[in-house]
């Protein structure tokens, strides 16, 4: 496959995918310029935890605090799932733009972050983590810890608060 041809086809993968995630015609995800840089001191208020033993925990951000994982990746709430369903909204296609945040422990470990942690079960057997009942996902364009692009996508993808509440009234540039 020519190296043009491919770059055709995962944008329009892409597009595909988001286009299954919500949202209305006409309505794009926002552009932003390069991800911030990310801080390798800790959030104010974190513990000394290794970072390998906590599955959530805190970053500062543009968009105040928010829920990372262990590595600093952020995670996002979708507002298409309902609150203790026991299942999540985002099938097919929005799976590949909008992976689950998944877990193999029964009490996944967490710093900082004061909503009520829970799982359901995805799709093809995994754990996918939940705050106050709600699913978590990542977003597959957030390629460095610190990028938060995914924030406001399509209006119905939002930043995770650490207690638990979907944050909508920022800007996505990063911590």
Do not use: H
């Not at 988001?18 to 390798?40: E, M, Q």
């Amino acid at each position: 496959m020519n190296k043009q041809w491919g770059i055709g086809f995962s944008a329009l993968a892409l597009a595909a995918a988001l286009a299954g995630c919500g949202g209305s015609p006409g309505t794009t995800a926002p552009t932003t310029g390069a991800p911030a840089t990310v801080s390798s001191a800790p959030a104010p208020g974190a513990t000394t935890t290794a970072a390998a033993d906590v599955e959530l925990k805190t970053a500062s951000s543009t968009a105040g605090q928010i829920v990372v994982d262990g590595e600093g990746k952020s995670v996002y709430f979708f507002t298409k799932d309902v609150k203790d369903s026991g299942t999540s909204a985002c099938k097919d296609a929005c799976v590949a733009a909008w992976p689950a945040v998944t877990t193999t422990s029964d009490a996944p470990k967490v710093e900082g972050v004061t909503g009520e942690i829970g799982s359901i079960n995805t799709a093809d057997g995994a754990k996918q983590i939940t705050i106050n009942g709600l699913p978590i996902y990542y977003f597959a364009q957030d390629k460095e810890p610190g990028d938060i692009l995914g924030q406001g996508v399509m209006d119905v993808w939002y930043l995770v608060s650490p207690a638990g509440d979907m944050i909508k009234s920022a800007e996505a540039s990063g911590y």
